[in-house]
């Protein structure tokens, strides 16, 4: 995902969703999953937390993704470094 679709993929996302960190949006999800899965919900609440529960992971997944571009970016400047061991023979 390229810099420029994610920040729209953001914008997309309710404002109150938007400003989750990954642990608060992961957390909400879990809770959403486990109140579906107790049926505790009438119809028209079970498909507005599953509707919910589909921004959430939408933002969990944004989220990782960020984390592994900035993993990837990490990795290519380590091994742009010259190794100081290899140099000092």
Same mark, same amino acid.
């Given at each position: 995902?390229?810099?420029?679709? *994610?920040?729209? %993929?953001?914008?997309?996302? +309710?404002?109150? #969703? &938007? =400003?989750?960190?990954? /642990?608060?949006?992961?957390?909400?999800?879990?809770? #959403?999953?486990?109140?579906?899965? @107790?049926?505790?919900?009438?119809?028209? %609440?079970? #498909? =507005?937390?599953? %509707? &919910?529960?589909?921004?959430? *992971?939408? @933002?969990? /997944?944004?989220?990782?993704?960020?984390?592994?571009?900035?993993?990837?970016? *990490?990795?290519?400047?380590?091994?742009?470094? +010259?190794? /100081?061991?290899?140099?000092? %023979?």
């Amino acid at each position: 995902m390229d810099n420029e679709n *994610a920040k729209d %993929e953001t914008q997309q996302l +309710p404002e109150d #969703i &938007r =400003a989750l960190g990954y /642990e608060e949006a992961r957390d909400q999800l879990f809770s #959403i999953v486990q109140t579906l899965e @107790r049926n505790q919900s009438g119809l028209e %609440e079970s #498909i =507005a937390l599953w %509707e &919910r529960s589909e921004l959430l *992971a939408q @933002r969990c /997944e944004q989220w990782l993704d960020g984390a592994r571009e900035r993993l990837d970016r *990490a990795l290519e400047r380590q091994q742009d470094v +010259p190794d /100081e061991d290899a140099s000092q %023979e």
